[in-house]
């Protein structure tokens, strides 16, 4: 079932319906830290069944959204949002393009700084979608020399992605080299505000002058379209090396400027097949559970933007192409419900943040196309918590690839009953990650999450064994998450960062020594149980720590005791005796170490129902202090406020093989 409102119409299609993925599980079996399959090739083999050539509909004939001059279409747009489109777009009447210089560009390279440039690049863009959809909900041509300004300036930018990606181009980092345009994430994004602009406005463009669409045709196909389908070299399609959220992101983009300006027939065909090839080179470094190894604030670029292609390619075929009924396209998609406590806080392991806007029209329509009601009720509940359709729609760098079948679906939205997808207990086998609730369908008591896997996942840290503690939906142990992004997170000195350093995950350091990135720094031995008494994942983390570590076994059993506590639990045995043995446990609240041997957490400051948690650990074996973490990231402090804290639990005896045991309640 398409969400494309105005789709060409391709008769009725069934779509083999399929069990929904188990909330519980009860599973004992040690699983492989590198967990793979064959590859599924699922978007080659619908190829196979489906030719291009006789199921593609032409560009001329593809309608998916009424366009501008659609009057009767644009005026059922919900009226708030209708009007805020209007109230902004009118602020933007005879606004600015502020350039982005060549010295801004270069402030990367310079300074490390990406944030400066970004905000002019992404401040142009945001202005002209926002008078296009003004222009769009008005339809009098008030908005059209604004509009064509943003246009031009954006044309002749030299490049249209950002200082931190340019280094694809054969002459590296610095300034971007006009001779050979390269495909980053905003270049592609770039190109689809561009395409729609094209696509909604055309005839009334062509009365300004026909050279403004033609001048969107030429760049287009130059800077993206060209290059994407003669090259095979860039990183993110996948055919040299493992890919993450720029594949589908990319392709969203790719796809949406190949079906809509792509005039050769065969050269539009071809990119339709090439970007189905790159998809499934995505697809096939998935496991089976769908889980995200980039966390859920990812799964919007990347999850997410594979539905963007997957609804693109539905469409554009009249229903020929549709993979919906593929297990795996389910569980990519209902893992943003399963990564999901309480509120705006989500499992929020590797580079994601604790704090998650979530794309409420995605979510809803992903589960709508697979008859999914936690997904759709989900979506209404994000829907309701963010204010959707009280004015603007939420969307990100473009906007328009997103808002408009956002505005088209807003009304079956704000019709669905909203719900939290408060499951009991999840188990990611692929990414070894265990999620579990105290009771299902609430939020009262205690919620653990902790993972397995490697340190050289995508945006990865080094926290092999980390946990997190929730009670009653607010945070009480927490994964800190990452700082504003610079020129060092994705650089050789990305883990002299701390946030990415296993000393600030609530983890052990063994000997003085931190786990050490890598794929062979992993988990081994991982074993989960699920009852109704419990959730237990074990595994031996000591794998993750390098040889001068000295650790033979670090076995880590993390246990949710429904209704009552969680429990940590250390089995450790040493070659030698180095140096000091510490847990490090992070917090979002303030501690006060007691005499009794335990750490009293604070209620979190203005949080409903939020009560005070006790951390408890033996006296006889810990000794514990508190250091406070001041934060001044504005990333960080979006999820946790000015402070932090690390307590930090000595072992006293200098012994080679011990057990040392937490306890949080």
Not at 526 to 537: H, I
Not at 564 to 572: A, C, G, K, L
Request: proline residues 5%; hydrophobic residues 40%; charged residues 25%.
């Amino acid at each position: 079932m398409s969400t494309f409102p105005f789709a060409v119409n391709r008769g009725l299609l069934s779509r083999r319906l399929l069990t929904p993925l188990l909330a519980t599980l009860i599973l004992w079996g040690a699983l492989s830290p590198a967990y793979s399959q064959q590859p599924r090739n699922i978007l080659s083999a619908a190829l196979a069944r489906n030719h291009l050539d006789r199921v593609l509909v032409s560009a001329s004939a593809w309608h998916p959204y009424p366009r501008a001059k659609e009057r009767q279409a644009w005026q059922t747009v919900v009226p708030s949002v209708r009007d805020a489109y209007l109230k902004q777009a009118e602020v933007l009447r005879g606004c600015s393009w502020e350039t982005p210089r060549a010295t801004l560009f270069l402030g990367f390279v310079r300074t490390g700084d990406r944030k400066r440039y970004q905000d002019v690049s992404f401040g142009r863009r945001q202005q002209l979608a926002t008078l296009v959809l003004g222009e769009c909900c008005e339809g009098k041509g008030r908005f059209l020399d604004d509009i064509v300004d943003g246009i031009w300036t954006i044309c002749e930018e030299t490049y249209w992605g950002v200082p931190a990606h340019v280094g694809a181009q054969k002459r590296g980092v610095g300034l971007p080299d006009v001779s050979e345009p390269t495909v980053d994430l905003f270049a592609a994004e770039t190109a689809t505000l561009l395409t729609w602009t094209s696509y909604l406005l055309r005839d009334t463009l062509d009365v300004v002058s026909p050279l403004v669409c033609d001048r969107i045709d030429y760049e287009v196909q130059r800077r993206i379209l060209g290059p994407n389908l003669d090259r095979n070299d860039f990183w993110w399609m996948g055919f040299n090396r493992q890919v993450n959220n720029w594949n589908p992101w990319i392709c969203s983009n790719w796809l949406t400027a190949a079906l809509l300006l792509e005039k050769e027939p065969q050269r539009r065909i071809a990119a339709v097949d090439k970007i189905m090839r790159c998809l499934d080179n995505f697809l096939n470094g998935y496991t089976d559970d769908g889980g995200c190894d980039e966390g859920p604030t990812y799964w919007g670029r990347a999850g997410g933007s594979l539905f963007d292609c997957l609804e693109l390619l539905e469409s554009a075929t009249g229903g020929s192409i549709d993979v919906y009924g593929e297990p795996l396209i389910r569980a990519i998609g209902t893992y943003i419900t399963r990564a999901y406590i309480h509120g705006e806080y989500f499992v929020n392991f590797a580079d994601a943040a604790a704090k998650h806007r979530a794309d409420a029209a995605t979510i809803f329509r992903y589960g709508k196309a697979l008859d999914d009601a936690v997904m759709t009720s989900f979506g209404a509940y994000l829907a309701d918590v963010q204010g959707i359709g009280s004015g603007t729609l939420p969307g990100q760098f473009g906007v328009l690839g997103r808002v408009l079948p956002a505005i088209f679906s807003l009304p079956a939205l704000r019709n669905t009953r909203s719900g939290e997808p408060l499951g009991r207990d999840s188990w990611l086998p692929g990414l070894q990650v265990m999620m579990a609730r105290s009771v299902g369908g609430s939020t009262r008591g205690l919620y653990l999450a902790a993972q397995g896997g490697h340190n050289a996942e995508s945006h990865n840290h080094n926290d092999v064994g980390n946990f997190v503690v929730y009670a009653d939906g607010e945070p009480v142990i927490i994964d800190v998450g990452v700082e504003t992004y610079t020129a060092k997170t994705f650089s050789k000195e990305r883990y002299s960062i701390w946030t990415m350093q296993s000393a600030y995950h609530n983890l052990p350091t063994i000997n003085g020594v931190m786990q050490k990135e890598g794929r062979e720094f992993r988990a081994a031995d991982v074993r989960y149980e699920a009852t109704d008494s419990l959730a237990r994942v074990s595994m031996d983390i000591a794998p993750a720590y390098p040889e001068s570590a000295a650790v033979r076994r670090w076995h880590r059993t993390t246990t949710l005791h429904r209704g009552s506590r969680v429990t940590i639990r250390d089995e450790y045995a040493l070659r030698q005796r180095t140096g000091d043995v510490r847990l490090f446990i992070m917090t979002c609240r303030k501690p006060e170490v007691r005499p009794d041997g335990t750490v009293l957490l604070e209620g979190m400051p203005g949080a409903d129902r939020s009560r005070p948690v006790v951390l408890s650990y033996d006296t006889g074996k810990l000794a514990a202090r508190v250091e406070p973490i001041e934060i001044s990231d504005s990333q960080l402090k979006s999820s946790w406020g000015d402070r932090i804290f690390r307590i930090v639990l000595v072992a006293i005896r200098p012994v080679l093989a011990d057990t040392l045991e937490i306890e949080i309640q």
